[in-house]
Structures are given as C-alpha cells and as structure tokens.
C-alpha cells in the first residue's frame, strides 16, 4: 500500500465530483508546470490534505472534497484574455467556490478552503478552519513538487486507483 495507504476511501470521498463533467474538464487545464493539470494538481492537494487531516483527526473528508474543488475555476489561468478583469491570483478563489456552489451542496468547512486557500495572498480572506490551513499549505506544497517535477511520481500510484461508490468501501 505505502504512501496510497488510504486512498480507496479517499476515492469513495470525493466519487461524486469526480464523477461530474465539470470537474473532469480541469484535466484540459493547464497548471504550474507542463504536463500537469489543474486536475491532477487538484487530485495531488486534495490527497496530501485528506491524509494530513486523518492523520491529525481533523475533518479529512471536507478536506478532500474542499482540496478538489480549490481550483475549480474552469478556465485557462495561463491565458489573460480568458480572465481580463481581475487578477487570477487574488481572484480565483472566489470564481472556485462560485462554481462549486453551483454544481454541489458545500459544508461551510468545505467553502471556507475553496475560499481561503490563497491566504497570505488573500490578505482579507483568512482561514476560518484548521482544515483550510492544512489545504492551503498542501496546495503550496504541491505547487513547488509540480514545479520541482516530482508531482508525476506522486500521481502514478493515485490516478490509476478507480472511483468507486462510498457505500462499497469500509472506512
């Protein structure tokens, strides 16, 4: 199992999003670094978070689903003219929890990290839960693997593990 200890349940978390179309379109977005998407940048922060937060006894499972849904802006950052009237850094944020509110019923821990995973950049939009600390530094995390090229070695054993419905796996 190793470092993909736990992550059949953590699949059965997130099944539903993973499952939507809108979600699936993150994988034609690009992320930091060539070769990774927003998806799998996603995937990556919502896993590190999930088992951060497990590992602590924190709410693991509206850290996976928040840490999926962080980037959930649904266009193309790289491209200015897709976003030209706001700055994407301080801005996306918000256009992410928009979005998921719109497709899923959020918990208010789950729209906190959407929200704040930003923060110190969102100087005005503070962590509200221990979990959205945990997200945003996952996120920061990732960013730097992606970045350093080593994301690809973490996603090979966590993209090939299948969804599978909730109510099939024990927690």
């Known amino acids: 199992m190793g470092p993909f200890k736990h992550r059949e349940v953590f699949r059965a978390l997130v099944a539903d999003l993973e499952g939507d179309p809108a979600v699936q ?5 690009p992320q930091h670094a060539p070769g990774i998407s927003c998806y799998q940048h996603s995937l990556l ?6 088992r951060v937060c497990r590992f602590l006894g924190l709410d693991a499972g509206a850290a996976a689903r928040g840490g999926l849904l962080h980037d959930f802006y649904l266009y193309n950052w790289l491209d200015k003219s897709t976003h030209p009237h706001f700055n994407h850094g ?6 992410a929890l928009e979005n998921a509110r719109a497709r899923f019923v959020l918990t208010e821990k789950e729209a906190d990290i959407i929200a704040t995973h930003m923060f110190p950049l969102t100087i005005t939009r503070p962590y509200g839960c221990v979990e959205s600390l945990v997200v945003s530094t996952a996120d920061k995390l ?3 693997a992606e970045l350093l090229r080593l994301a690809p070695l973490w996603l090979r054993g966590l993209e090939d593990t299948p969804c599978i419905p909730a109510a099939a796996v024990v927690k």
Do not use: K
């Open 25 to 29: 379109s993150m994988r034609a977005l």
């Open 45 to 50: 922060v919502a896993y590190l978070s999930y």
């Open 90 to 95: 301080v801005h996306h944020p918000l256009v």
């Open 142 to 144: 990732c960013a730097a």
